[in-house]
Nanobody
Framework: QVQLVESGGGLVQAGESLVLSCTASGSISRLRVMGWYRQGPGRQRELVAD???????NYADSVKGRFTISRDNAKNTVYLRVNSLQSDDTGVYYCYCNAGQWVLSTYWGQGTQVIVSS
């Protein structure tokens, strides 16, 4: 099993920034994709961004240009820098990974909450 632990969420004013971190531990073979979903009030869970083990990143249109995803493979950690936060960015941000060398499994973190006020 792979465990994912997120950190970095909090309460911020509109226009401010945060850096979210997610570190994987446990029985790690290959972290092929790491990324972030979020779920805001009254919304379905949506993909925010993800990044492959080769460094290819994808972003939701709503965050492109404001959010930046990166990963440190040596630390089994993925980061999400969230800039210019607005009210619609409020929600619980969930880290996930697709891992495995042959058969892939999906793992989820427990989430870190981002609340954007004003």
């Amino acid at each position: 099993q792979v465990q994912l632990v997120e950190s970095g969420g909090g309460l911020v004013q509109a226009g401010e920034s945060l850096v979210l971190s997610c570190t994987a531990s446990g029985s790690i073979s290959r972290l092929r994709v790491m990324g972030w979903y979020r779920q805001g009030p009254g919304r379905q869970r949506e993909l925010v961004a993800d990044i492959t083990d080769g460094g290819t990143a994808n972003y939701a249109d709503s965050v492109k240009g404001r959010f930046t995803i990166s990963r440190d493979n040596a630390k089994n950690t993925v980061y999400l820098r969230v800039n210019s936060l607005q009210s619609d960015d409020t929600g619980v941000y969930y880290c996930y990974c697709n891992a495995g060398q042959w058969v892939l499994s999906t793992y989820w973190g427990q989430g870190t909450q981002v609340i954007v006020s004003s």
